[in-house]
């Protein structure tokens, strides 16, 4: 099945510095979504965008569901500690319910 | 509503053995994916149930199997364990009409030795 390619695999960033990390792919996806995953739990689900060229925001987080239905990114602004994770992107399609998965990209935060 | 509740946390066995793990889905919903989540693999999807049905499956062996009950509560099975076969094992439930938007559970720990 069509793979997803999420970078950058590892972040190491500053208290108060924005991210971006983002995610590709070679099909089209109706959905995508953001999770977060800390150690030993499972990914919480931060953001669900279900349209093209939709930006959604959670608090520090903004993420985007790219126009060629290829693509999506997300932000965190000032990040702090807590935002330490691995931050996981999916794609999936209606009606198909395999979700396709990132590799994740790992956030360091140094205070 | 409870979250996604998987059991047990934390599982070791050895070759050859065979492994049950259960995950409740949130309340109300009616479809239950699993996945299986390594360093190497990063997240890979095994199946899907919905309504007691297996909607959906990934591409792994058929030592890896599941089920679903009427009342949307899942298991999945492994048998003939092998090495390999550790891994975090994710349990995702959603409402059913859009499986994509999925919550996840605080997944398995399974070892073999």
């Known amino acids: 099945g069509q793979q997803l390619n999420q970078s950058p695999q590892s972040m190491f960033i500053q208290e108060g510095e924005d991210v971006s990390m983002n995610c590709t792919s070679s099909?089209?996806?109706?959905?995508w979504l953001w999770y977060k995953q800390e150690p030993g739990e499972g990914p919480v689900l931060l953001i669900a965008?279900?349209?093209?060229?939709e930006l959604t925001s959670n608090g520090r987080l903004t993420a985007q569901f790219g126009i060629t239905r290829k693509d999506s990114f997300l932000n965190i602004s000032a990040s702090i500690p807590s935002d330490v994770g691995i931050y996981f992107c999916?794609?999936?399609?209606?009606?198909?319910?395999?979700?396709?998965f990132g590799a994740g990209t790992r956030l360091t935060v140094k205070p | 509503k409870a979250g996604v509740t998987q059991t047990p946390r934390y599982l070791i066995k050895t070759r050859g053995q065979q492994v049950t793990l259960s995950c409740s889905p949130i309340s109300g919903h009616r479809s239950v994916s699993w996945y299986q989540q390594t360093p190497g693999q990063g997240l890979q999807f095994l199946f899907e149930?919905?309504?007691?049905?297996?909607?959906n499956k990934g591409n792994f062996p058929g030592r890896f199997s599941g089920r679903q009950f009427s009342n949307s509560r899942s298991e999945m099975n492994v048998s003939t364990l092998e090495l390999g076969d550790s891994a975090l094992y994710l349990c995702?439930?959603?409402?059913?009409?859009?499986?994509?938007?999925?919550?996840f559970g605080p997944g398995t720990r399974l070892t073999v030795l």
């Open positions: 965008l279900y349209k093209a060229g």
């Open positions: 999916a794609g999936g399609l209606y009606n198909n319910n395999d979700m396709r």
């Open positions: 099909s089209i996806f109706n959905t």
């Open positions: 149930y919905f309504s007691e049905t297996q909607r």
């Open positions: 995702a439930s959603s409402p059913g009409d859009r499986t994509d938007t999925q919550y």
